[in-house]
């Protein structure tokens, strides 16, 4: 039984999917609709100084609503614990993926990296840069959809501001980083981006890294070098792709803009990547809606839709989207007969 009493009544917890430097991701089934969520647990003690990168990361999920983004559901701050509930992904982790089957076809890397563009596209949409770009921060739904997490180390570039940083506000994996990052020279987030994705390229196409070394220093001066080895089954096509991305020098380095229109990426697909969300924060479903107002003992549907778009990442935003989630998958959307004295429901929080 889990020793989480805050989420007791709202939230069963099972096994751990996975553990990080600063807590650890807990399976768990959202009572109120048997739907499967995944929790990750931090310990503020554990994260000591580096706390600032849990508000980071809620202030970016929660204006980051994308089809290709892990979704934020509920988010509870106690004394001691963060608990951020968020989108089960039943696929594991790509770095997984591409070590089981060592390297993908063109046409299956493409399927992701077209997805991941997707993602970056949005994000630098919204002013943001990832800047932790790795196969073990992109995860995969049952369905092979690719879904990004861990923006703990995203930055928001205010408008106007140049997004200029230097190496204390970001220490992403050193294999994937840009070589102006590795400098401790200013450098922009969205090009940093570019350049871990062309990273993330090459080790889908490849199965490796294209920069790798035990030895620190050496594998920076390979980094700076910006030579790596193309392996003979690299089509033209990717080679000259790889080669865009990977340009040490930043300014020479293809932006995500021109990335979308890359040959490579639109080969063999008639549309182009769709990088804009398709949620609509200010679409609530109405038959969703409707049995939550059943449920919650609201006077009407509207009156439902009002509360749920004040999108407070509580209890209820995490039902909503429970339940979103079971229909979209084709599943009835039920919840336990109205809440009242008699059943057990949790308290409506
Ligand atoms: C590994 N695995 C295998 C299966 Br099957 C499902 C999973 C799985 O983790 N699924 C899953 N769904 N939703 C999530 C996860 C993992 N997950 C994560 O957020 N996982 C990250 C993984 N990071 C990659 C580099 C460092 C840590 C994490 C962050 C902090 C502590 C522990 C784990 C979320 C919550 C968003």
Redesign the pocket.
Known sequence: MSKYEVLQGFYAVHDE?????????RLATHLLTNQKV?I?I?DKKQLGHDLPRVQTEMDALRNLSHQNI?RLYHYIETEDKFF?V????????MF?YIVRKERLEESEARHFFRQLVSAIAFVHSQGYAHRDL?P??L?LTEDLHLKL??FGLCAKTEKGRIDKHNLDTCCGSPAYAAPELIQGLQYKGNEADVWSMGILLYTLLVGALPFEDDNMQIMYKKIQSGCFYEPEFLSPLSKQLLRAMLQVVPERRISVKKLLEHDWLNHKYTQPVKWNTIYDKNFIDRDVARVMSKYYGFESTDKMIEKIKEWNFDYMTSTYYALLHRKRNGMEIILPMVRNSTNTAPPNV
């Not at 999917?17 to 991701?25: C, I, N, W």
């Open positions: 999917l996975g553990s990080g430097g600063f807590g650890k991701v995944a990750k931090i892990c951020i968020m989108e089960y992904c039943s696929g594991g982790e997984d790795k073990e921060n995860l997490i861990d």
